[in-house]
């Protein structure tokens, strides 16, 4: 049995997802967001109080955390897992506003335990992981290393360095032009005591069991720090898989969509990060627009067009600011490991000639994070295209690929967030 | 609080703290060994890497950092 | 002369080809238009044992399960060899006749097979469900991860001087040799055909289907599963000619992940995954294994065999085409068989004798 009762179904209860939920059930529609995460609010307003979320529980949109869209069993109809629940779910209008991932970067000891993501140590942390006290270097690529470091330090960490690989001409320049020049004036006021170093990266991470120092490179200056952490991010990754797996195509990695933020699938919607890393604003601004369209009223939506437009230029030039520089393609050595799940060095991976032959060959992107992680590194490596999807998008238990779930489980799971 | 076991010794965690943070709270680092023997924790800490699979409740292969903490859980870190 | 024999296809059964050419000293090409083993060979399961319907099929899975076991000193580590021997299962009471049959059978021609009572099973594989009457067990039986065996023997062929030309696409087979998609001509005295399911497209008039199957594949559960388990109905399923079925058929690779299979569809060419097929294939693994419901399925994906009517592969000369051998239709048992067809394919173009008698192969037998 398929449960059909909505009318609009969200995939992701971000600011994109929160968004377009807020205007489609404004406007009467039924709907339902779907979350991987227990609460609301997307990889920046995770667990906390926002007038977004408020206004999502006041606007009579259901919410379904702890789910996770797995599969596309036919055309319409989502395949949604929880831990103890799997059901289908028909949409008349789908938006699908995934978010997206961090991008890492192999380095030689990367893999060691105390190397996290500057956004994943950032959620970790928001879940109770303890940092008082402890020693963080900050790494990476892009202003979420900035944001990143001030909620470190307003949770007790000791800040030792933010290393930049951007050239501060190009980091100033983007600041001074974007519209978020007092938030980023604000952010490193709260950091000035941080040594802040710009075209610097890290090029090994040290330690038996886990990272105990991290040696960075600034121009032809080495030396290394000693941290607890060492919290890298080089920019995000759009998750466009479940756009693929619904059969939407695709632009520059990123999923194509029309001035109503339709895709290239009739009555599917995309907002967010998996058009293009473009930031909580913009996402807030699609979403809008696709839950008006999803909705059927192409009046309100073409009321934020202008916006959209303007937040789609700092988009752009965010991308060109922080864009990778090759030198990171020199990072690894033969025996990193690139594919964490398999450990698949690099000296494995380079002799072939694309990613589907090196997968066959060596396994590498065949483990449970099916290439979310290395996937996006070897296309910066190789320049590979990285683009086969299979269900399901993320492991499930194998009970839970017979199809016996019925609508009156999944009801039990409802809730209104708040 | 409540109260759950990682790897065997007792813990104290506020409600809502995720199965990933008790561990770190119960002072490991180390959340598994990868295919090569490796000392792993996690990366990516939203769901996507799976370097935080511990075993739950004799369920192995459970991302820590996407399940919140049960009273009573049972958590083994790999090795 | 670019070469003495063009190979066409370069899945396992184009590599086993290619292997057997070049220690029999012929310089060889192999052509493949896409990736070297993208086609059924990077979708297979790599069991690799004996079935015994008929004489024919007997023999062809025997001597190459028996050439791949004495081959495995050699192997390196990645092809994921096990000799971990495989048991049929008999579901029901009046199944056992049957498996008694095929036990006396595999006895009588020197394989080793033994039958195990439904306790000795249950010790075997402690995660079937209890009660089931009883099993076979074929202990020489073997499992291998299939891109990486015909990366092996295509490398082995290299080394030996066979050049693999990879991106180029044969349009045509003549009696000199092959035409190009992109217009070139590429001459030799024999051309053989491992082309698997898109073999019609070169030689109009071969009964060969696809014939689409699903597998599941799990995390990492070492000991879980120790034999490669299938249902004595797994052969109704694989020499049946029904438009679809499913089987219990698992298998532990030798990373500790158990592979899950099999669907048998006919008349499907959409190589997307289907939930439905999905749903009925690990519902039966269920049924057999009840715990492995638990376990986390990490993806699932298709491949297509290329089936003939009956289930043979067609091995030999082509009426009206000088020169050209064709060596296809492996159907679900590829990654076995193609030893002795890659030893027919040798033994014609050699002139050597044929390992075991062509004729049940022999295309013109449709
Ligand atoms: C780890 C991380 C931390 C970040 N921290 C910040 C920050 O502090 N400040 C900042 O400005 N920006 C941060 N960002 C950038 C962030 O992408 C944007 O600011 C903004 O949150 C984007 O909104 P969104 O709605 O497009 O996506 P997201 O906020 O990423 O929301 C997407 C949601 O979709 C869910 N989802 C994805 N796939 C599925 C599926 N198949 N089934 C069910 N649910 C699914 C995810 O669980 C997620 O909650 C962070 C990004 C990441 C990856
Ligand atoms: C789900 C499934 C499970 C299986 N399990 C097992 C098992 O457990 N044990 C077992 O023994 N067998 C198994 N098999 C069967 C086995 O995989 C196949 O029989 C075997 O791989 C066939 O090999 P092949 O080289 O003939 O075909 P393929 O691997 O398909 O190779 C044919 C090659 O020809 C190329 N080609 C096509 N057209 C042209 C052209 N015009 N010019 C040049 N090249 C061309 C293709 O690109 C392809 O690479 C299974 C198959 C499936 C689908
Ligand atoms: S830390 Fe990446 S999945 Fe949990």
Aim: hydrophobic share 40%.
């Amino acid at each position: 049995m398929i449960e059909s009762r909505w009318d609009v179904v969200v995939v992701g209860a971000g600011p994109a997802g929160l968004a377009a939920a807020c205007m489609a059930a404004e406007a009467g529609r039924r709907v339902v967001v779907l979350d991987e995460n227990p609460q609301p609010g997307g990889q920046i307003w995770r667990g906390e109080d926002h007038h977004w979320i408020r206004r999502f529980s006041a606007s009579g949109s259901t919410f379904r955390g702890a789910c996770t869209v797995v599969d596309q069993p036919e055309p319409g109809v989502l395949h949604v897992v929880g831990r103890n629940i799997s059901y289908h779910l028909r949409f008349k209008r789908l938006v699908i506003a995934t978010g997206a991932r961090e991008r890492f970067m192999p380095f030689p000891g990367w893999t060691l335990p105390g190397v996290v993501g500057a956004g994943g140590l950032q959620a970790l942390v928001k879940s109770g992981w303890p940092l008082a006290g402890k020693r963080v270097v900050v790494a990476g690529a892009g202003p979420l290393l900035l944001q990143a470091a001030a909620f470190f330090r307003s949770r007790g960490a000791r800040l030792t360095c933010l290393a930049e690989q951007t050239p501060l001409r190009r980091g100033l320049s983007f600041a001074l032009r974007s519209g978020k020049r007092l938030q980023a004036i604000a952010l490193l006021g709260r950091l000035c005591d941080v040594p802040y170093r710009w075209s610097c990266w890290p090029v090994r991470a040290s330690g038996q069991e886990r990272v105990e120092s991290v040696t960075l490179r600034q121009g032809d200056r080495m030396w290394t720090e000693p941290c607890d952490y060492l919290a890298c991010s080089f920019g995000l990754v759009p998750n466009t898989e479940l756009a693929q797996l619904v059969g939407c195509e695709l632009v520059d990695g990123a999923v194509r969509v029309d001035e109503q933020q339709e895709t290239t699938v009739s009555g599917v919607y995309c907002a967010g990060e998996p058009t293009g890393i473009g930031g909580v604003d913009l996402a807030l601004i699609q979403g809008q627009i696709a839950g008006c369209s999803a909705a059927g009223s192409l009046q309100r939506a073409s009321a934020f067009f202008e916006q959209r437009a303007r937040w789609i230029e700092f988009r752009a030039r965010l991308q060109a600011a922080f864009a990778l520089r090759q030198e990171l393609r020199q990072l690894p050595d033969p025996e990193t490991v690139v594919c964490r799940c398999e450990d698949v060095p690099l000296k494995e991976i380079r002799p072939h000639s694309c990613w589907r032959s090196a997968k066959l060959q060596t396994r590498c992107g065949m483990g449970p994070c099916q290439g979310r992680i290395c996937g996006p590194i070897v296309e910066f490596l190789f320049g590979w295209k990285v683009d086969s999807v299979r269900p399901p998008l993320t492991p499930v238990r194998l009970e839970q690929l017979v199809n016996r779930g019925s609508a009156a489980t999944a009801d039990r799971h409802d809730s209104h967030p708040g | 609080m409540i109260e759950i076991r990682v790897n065997g010794k007792t813990l104290k965690v506020p409600e809502g703290v995720s199965v990933a943070a008790a561990i770190a709270l119960s002072g490991h680092d180390r959340f598994r060994r990868s295919v090569a023997g490796q000392p792993r924790g996690p990366l990516c800490g939203i769901g996507v890497c799976f370097e935080c699979r511990v075993t739950v409740d004799g369920e192995p292969h459970v991302r820590s950092c996407q399940l919140l903490c049960w009273p009573g859980m049972e958590v083994c870190t790999d090795d | 002369m670019t070469a003495d024999v063009i190979v066409i296809g370069a899945g396992i059964v184009g590599a086993a080809c290619a292997d057997a050419l070049t220690q029999g000293g012929l310089r060889v090409v192999v052509i493949e238009p896409s990736l070297a083993v993208s086609g059924a060979t990077g979708a297979g399961m790599g069991h690799l044992l004996i079935l015994d319907e008929n004489e024919a099929e007997f023999s062809i899975t025997r001597y190459s399960r028996d050439r791949w076991n004495q081959m495995a000193m050699e192997m390196p580590s990645s092809l994921e060899y096990e000799r971990c021997g495989t048991i049929w299962i008999a579901a029901v009471p009046e199944e056992l006749p049957l498996l008694k049959q095929r036990c006396a059978f595999l006895q009588s021609r020197q394989v080793r097979a033994e039958i195990l009572d439904s306790q000795q099973l249950a010790e075997a594989e402690p995660n079937l469900r209890p009660g089931l009457p009883g099993g076979l067990f074929i202990p020489d039986d073997a499992i291998l991860y299939p891109p990486a065996a015909a990366g092996w023997l295509l490398k082995r062929a290299e080394q030996r001087g066979a050049a693999v030309l990879t991106g180029k696409r044969v349009t045509h087979i003549q009696a000199w040799g092959v035409e190009l998609e992109d217009g070139s001509r590429l001459e030799a005295h024999h051309v053989v055909c491992a082309t698997g399911m898109w073999t019609p497209q070169l030689i109009g008039g071969l009964p060969i289907q696809p014939r689409k199957g699903h597998l599941v594949i799990t995390d990492r559960y070492p000991g879980f599963v120790r034999h490669a388990v299938m249902e004595l109905g797994y052969l109704k399923s694989a020499h049946g000619r029904e438009s679809e079925s499913v089987a219990f058929n698992v298998q532990p690779r030798k990373t500790g992940q158990v592979l899950i299979g099999s669907s048998r569809q006919f008349g499907v060419t959409d190589a997307r995954p289907e939930s439905r097929i999905i749903s009925s294939m690990v519902q039966r693994a269920i049924d057999f294994m009840p715990r492995i419901a638990q376990l986390s399925a990490l993806r699932a994906w298709t491949g297509f065999r290329a089936a003939t009517p009956d289930r043979l592969p067609m091995v030999g000369p082509v009426a009206n085409r000088p020169n050209c051998l064709l060596c296809a239709g492996h159907e679900g048992i590829g990654i076995t068989t193609c030893l002795a067809s890659a030893g027919l394919v040798s033994a014609f173009i050699l002139g050597d004798r044929p390992p075991l008698d062509p004729k049940p192969y022999a295309v013109e037998r449709f």
